[in-house]
């Protein structure tokens, strides 16, 4: 059984779906992890596509969800530490814009979800990726909510960010995942839509888990 959350940077996909996997005890999958993963790749080809797609050949890619966080090793070596630096964050849409980069994800992605139950959440899972998933959502909330979150969470490590900065970037990154020819960012027609500008962070994982053990249920 497979549960898809699309939906912009920033609008809560990812600490609601993790919530809810831990609540419920099922798996839970980051394909923005995996894109992330894989631009560490195109960064050791120096940017070079024709080295980068021999070392995304040559590599074996591996990740599940343990302890609260979704982990990826590369060739047997964790690389989860790796993969939320500023410069993956510059060069990521890029590189998830590349055709054959996505079908080498989804392809990942489909053979992982085959067995047992799962929650996922990207970009394009409700639409390209998993489009007869059990049951999709797309959440979103308004840019300066979902910049508001992103500062939050990343200044205390970062001392200089100022809110501007975070929320040029989340509309830059918007623009890119939802303007990309290949598989952009777009609601399903039969997502669930959750707008979560006025929504807590509980009343999220509530509504999710509900639809979920409902289908369970039934
Ligand atoms: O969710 P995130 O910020 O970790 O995603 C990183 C990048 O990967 C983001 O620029 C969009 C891209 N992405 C994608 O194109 N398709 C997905 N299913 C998930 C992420």
């Given at each position: 059984?497979?549960t898809v959350i699309?939906g912009p940077?920033?609008?809560?996909?990812?600490?609601?779906?993790?919530?809810?996997?831990?609540?419920?005890?099922?798996?839970?999958?980051?394909?923005?992890?995996?894109?992330?993963?894989?631009?560490?790749?195109?960064?050791?080809?120096h940017?070079n596509?024709?080295?980068?797609?021999?070392?995304?050949?040559?590599?074996?890619?591996?990740?599940c969800?343990?302890?609260?966080?979704?982990?990826i090793?590369i060739?047997?070596?964790?690389?989860t530490?790796?993969?939320?630096?500023?410069r993956?964050?510059?060069?990521?849409?890029?590189?998830a814009?590349?055709?054959?980069?996505?079908?080498?994800?989804?392809?990942l992605?489909?053979?992982?979800v085959?067995?047992?139950?799962?929650?996922a959440?990207g970009?394009?899972?409700?639409?390209?990726?998993?489009?007869d998933?059990?049951?999709?959502f797309?959440m979103?909330?308004?840019?300066?909510?979902?910049?508001?979150?992103?500062y939050?969470e990343?200044?205390?490590?970062?001392?200089?960010l100022?809110?501007?900065?975070?929320?040029?970037?989340?509309e830059?990154?918007?623009?890119?995942?939802?303007r990309?020819?290949?598989d952009?960012?777009?609601?399903?027609e039969?997502?669930?839509?959750?707008?979560?500008?006025?929504?807590?962070?509980?009343?999220?994982?509530?509504?999710i888990?509900?639809?979920?053990?409902n289908?369970m249920?039934?």
């Amino acid at each position: 059984m497979i549960t898809v959350i699309d939906g912009p940077a920033g609008s809560g996909k990812s600490s609601t779906a993790r919530a809810v996997a831990d609540r419920l005890e099922i798996e839970y999958l980051d394909s923005g992890a995996l894109y992330r993963a894989i631009t560490l790749l195109y960064l050791q080809a120096h940017r070079n596509e024709t080295a980068f797609f021999q070392l995304l050949q040559q590599k074996e890619i591996s990740f599940c969800y343990r302890d609260r966080q979704f982990h990826i090793e590369i060739d047997g070596r964790p690389v989860t530490d790796r993969i939320r630096t500023p410069r993956v964050a510059e060069h990521v849409s890029k590189v998830a814009a590349m055709r054959d980069v996505r079908a080498f994800v989804n392809r990942l992605m489909r053979e992982a979800v085959a067995d047992g139950v799962y929650i996922a959440e990207g970009r394009d899972l409700g639409t390209a990726v998993f489009p007869d998933a059990d049951l999709k959502f797309y959440m979103s909330a308004d840019i300066k909510q979902r910049a508001r979150r992103r500062y939050e969470e990343r200044k205390p490590d970062n001392p200089d960010l100022t809110f501007e900065e975070v929320k040029q970037n989340i509309e830059q990154r918007d623009r890119k995942d939802s303007r990309r020819k290949t598989d952009p960012l777009k609601k399903a027609e039969d997502a669930i839509a959750i707008d979560t500008t006025n929504l807590s962070f509980e009343q999220q994982v509530d509504q999710i888990c509900l639809h979920i053990t409902n289908l369970m249920k039934s």
